[in-house]
């Protein structure tokens, strides 16, 4: 037998992926990196709109994620495309609107890989709130949201697809 393991993939997903899915994307990315799990799980980050395609995260987001530690600068914003549903396991929506817009794109085989991202924390909040609006400590609960959701979504992956 080849010991090649399937990787799991995981798409985190919000409206412009300028703000909070690729804070989710490089918060994810650290704590694969530090589980040494780069091998077997990839995390991927898009948005549901389209009017950031190709720039960089936003200043107060790689701002904020450098002061904890990450590096986000080298991402670039994408639009969720049809094939994503196909290649994720996880596509993990920010918010309800996020997810709602997800519902109506992906076909019904792969709805089941559709969630908010949240819901695999103990948290009061179920969505993250978009920063975009939001006054500056916005995007430092972004990231408390994001590294508590991180750090669950990888004890559920390592249950339920890697074996324990
Ligand atoms: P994100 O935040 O969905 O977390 O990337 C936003 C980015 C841009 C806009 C809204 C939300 N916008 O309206 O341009």
Redesign the pocket.
């Known amino acids: 037998m080849s010991g090649k393991k399937k990787k799991v993939r995981v798409l985190m997903v919000?409206?412009?992926?300028?703000?909070?899915?690729p804070t989710a994307h490089g918060v994810f990315q650290h704590h694969i990196e530090r589980a040494g799990l780069t091998d077997v799980i990839r995390v991927d980050s898009a948005?549901t709109?389209d009017?950031?395609i190709g720039e960089k995260p936003?200043k107060r987001s790689r701002a904020a994620a450098k002061k904890r530690g990450y590096s986000i600068g080298g991402l670039r914003a994408r639009q969720v495309q049809p094939e994503d549903f196909e290649k994720f396991d996880y596509i993990l929506a920010?918010d309800d609107n996020n997810l709602r817009d997800l519902m109506l794109l992906c076909p019904k085989p792969h709805r089941h890989k559709l969630s908010l991202f949240m819901e695999f924390a103990d948290s009061n909040y179920s969505a993250v709130p978009?920063?975009?609006y939001g006054k500056g400590d916005a995007f430092e609960l972004v990231l408390n949201l994001v590294e508590e959701a991180s750090e669950a979504l990888l004890a559920h992956i390592m249950i339920h697809d890697l074996n324990g």
């Open positions: 919000c409206l412009g992926n300028i703000c909070r899915s948005g709109g009017f950031h936003d920010m978009d920063p975009y």
